[in-house]
């Protein structure tokens, strides 16, 4: 008899690294009326980890990627999404390159791509009403973090979306970690421009939003874009060093394994008034850095994310809300 399911998780970019390694925790964890969705651009190189994991194709790089996905959502009767895990992310190295709407890639797939989903599903109703919202944040947006990346720096999204040419001194090798670093700013900034807007939300209806730090996680995809040496030396060799890295480098070093099944954690955490929304590995709340927390800032991508992305004013009316 097939599964009448009642609820439903979705993760971005699922089907790889972290996102793969939470759906593997979710796919055990989960009651077998729970239907799991990893969506990503390629489907699995494993095959699926339960009979009530499905995957559907998404590409977060345009904005008709985004409509395509919840196009062909709206047609599957997949129950209200309970939890929705942006994770999908890459990194881009060299000078900046142009997603098809033109905006430059780093932000338009870690921020704008994951943003867009938000406000699709949310104005198509296909999130439930109390739903948790999981973005997949970084240290590297943090320059007190010092991680070895260049200082994330957000003057404006507009700044961000549309580069200029970058200077002589990194023309070179380009200025794709700092974007990165960026990128996982953005996402914290419009975390907590969306956590504002939801508790607006009455009692009964209120999402919650947490961002969750997994740390370094060797052997992921996201050094595919770097020489192919050191993609060599990121999938082969420092996964087994972990322990090893932990000690020397940093104790933020994790397996893909552990955090996975830390973000896996987040899904049903309960999470107190103070604790704010950005979590690390231990389940423990972190301090973010003090641009995430510039309302101005925030106000100012969240503006310009709506703006960008709803096609006409009853659009902007329900994503500018954002409940
Ligand atoms: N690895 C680390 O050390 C580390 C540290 C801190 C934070 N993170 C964050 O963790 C998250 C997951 O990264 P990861 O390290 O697990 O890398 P990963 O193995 O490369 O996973 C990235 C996932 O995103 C998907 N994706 C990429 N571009 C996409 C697009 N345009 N549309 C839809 N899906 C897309 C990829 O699938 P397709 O390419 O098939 O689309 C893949 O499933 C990212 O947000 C990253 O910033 C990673």
């Not at 919840?70 to 929705?84: D, E, F, G, Q, R």
């Not at 995809?221 to 940093?250: E, F, T």
Request: overall charge positive.
């Amino acid at each position: 008899m097939p599964t009448t399911y009642t609820t439903a998780i979705l993760i971005t970019g699922g089907t790889s690294g972290l996102g793969w390694h939470t759906a593997l925790n979710l796919a055990h964890t989960s009651p077998p009326t729970t239907l799991l969705i990893l969506a990503s651009r390629s489907a699995p190189a494993a095959p699926l980890p339960s009979p009530h994991t499905k995957y559907l194709a998404l590409d977060l790089s345009s904005a008709a990627g985004v409509q395509a996905f919840v196009k062909t959502w709206s047609t599957c009767s997949y129950p209200s999404i309970s939890a929705l895990i942006l994770n999908a992310g890459l990194q881009f190295l060299g000078p900046p390159s142009f997603s098809p709407d033109g905006y430059e890639n780093t932000f338009a797939i870690n921020h704008l791509g994951n943003a867009h989903l938000y406000y699709r599903l949310l104005a198509g109703g296909f999130l439930a009403p109390t739903a948790r919202i999981i973005l997949v944040g970084s240290q590297t947006h943090s320059p007190a973090a010092k991680t070895g990346l260049p200082d994330a720096y957000y003057a404006t999204a507009e700044a961000l979306a549309h580069p200029g040419p970058e200077k002589k001194e990194v023309a070179q090798t380009g200025n794709g970690r700092q974007r990165y670093g960026t990128s996982k700013l953005c996402n914290l900034l419009w975390a907590y421009a969306l956590k504002r807007r939801l508790g607006k939300a009455p009692e009964g209806q209120r999402k919650s939003v947490l961002v969750f730090n997994p740390g370094l996680m060797p052997g992921t995809g996201l050094a595919r874009a770097a020489p192919a040496w050191q993609v060599w030396i990121w999938k082969r060799v420092l996964p087994r060093l972990v322990p090893l890295l932990r000690v020397v480098v940093s104790k933020d070093v994790h397996t893909q394994e552990e955090s996975g099944r830390n973000l896996a954690g987040l899904v049903g955490k309960v999470v107190g008034e103070g604790e704010g929304l950005y979590f690390e590995n231990n389940g423990v709340g972190l301090e973010t850095s003090k641009d995430s927390l510039v309302e101005a800032k925030q106000e100012d991508l969240w503006t310009w994310t709506v703006k960008a992305v709803a096609k006409d004013e009853g659009e902007r009316e329900v994503f500018e809300r954002g409940w």
